[in-house]
């Protein structure tokens, strides 16, 4: 790859761009402006400081190799350095905000995992449905949800689908029906947050992208090795100095 190619390619993705996040925001009916919410602001903030990076970033690459009174090596030098200290800059903030959000929606799925219940009784109760069949141990699951029967919901949701003979798919449909049922409000988050994450992420790789195609040319190799080898034999002349 040339400088003309680096000049040509060096372009922001569509997806560097914070309003990806803010996408999924929550809003009151009638109001434009997302509600108030910690991860969405950390997500969105570091996807901002993204996007504004990436764009200067474009606008250092195309004007440095524009400029003809600088040698290509030195040119690529530039920009590869200014990159490298723009992606652990913004990185760091991607990095930080998809930690917190991680976090909470991690916090969010444990709270909701099971009934907070114990009874003496949760290994008879699994013994008895791995018994039935599954057409019985179906209806009366759905029977002991419906009368909202929590002693029986956490022992199955608190153990391995093995225990209860049921399928994996099926103690994920119970789990999710009795999240739906019990924490309506707490799952709307939970989806706001995972897109939320989810475009971040896309948007962060693109930026990283970016990033690397401005670090690693053969211009700013050979120009980087150059100065890693004279500041190397620089710091042996001062030490036997």
């Known amino acids: 790859m040339n400088i003309i190619d680096i000049e040509r390619t060096l372009e922001v993705s569509p997806s560097i761009d914070e309003r990806a996040v803010d996408h999924h925001a929550e809003r009151a009916v009638g109001n434009v402006k997302p509600e108030p919410d910690l991860e969405h602001m950390a997500l969105s903030g570091a996807m901002k400081a993204a996007r504004e990076e990436a764009h200067a970033l474009a606008n250092l690459a195309h004007a440095v190799f ?140 693109a930026f990283l992208a970016l990033v690397q195609k401005a670090s690693d040319t053969k211009f700013a190799d050979g120009a980087i090795a150059a100065r890693t080898k004279r500041e190397s034999a620089l710091a042996a002349h001062q030490q036997g100095a």
């Open 66 to 205: 524009a400029d003809k009174t600088q040698a290509p090596a030195v040119a690529a030098l530039q920009v590869a350095q200014a990159a490298q200290k723009v992606g652990a800059r913004v990185a760091a903030k991607l990095d930080a905000a998809h930690a917190k959000v991680s976090a909470t929606i991690a916090g969010i799925e444990k709270a909701t995992f099971a009934p907070a219940v114990e009874s003496k009784f949760e290994i008879e109760i699994r013994a008895a449905l791995k018994a039935m069949t599954q057409a019985k141990r179906t209806k009366e699951l759905a029977a002991r949800f419906d009368a909202n029967d929590m002693t029986t919901l956490a022992a199955v949701l608190s153990a391995p689908s093995l225990l209860t003979g049921m399928t994996a798919a099926e103690l994920d449909a119970l789990r999710h029906r009795y999240r739906e049922k019990h924490f309506p409000t707490e799952m709307k988050r939970l989806d706001r947050l995972v897109k939320m994450r989810a475009a971040a992420e896309t948007g962060g790789k």
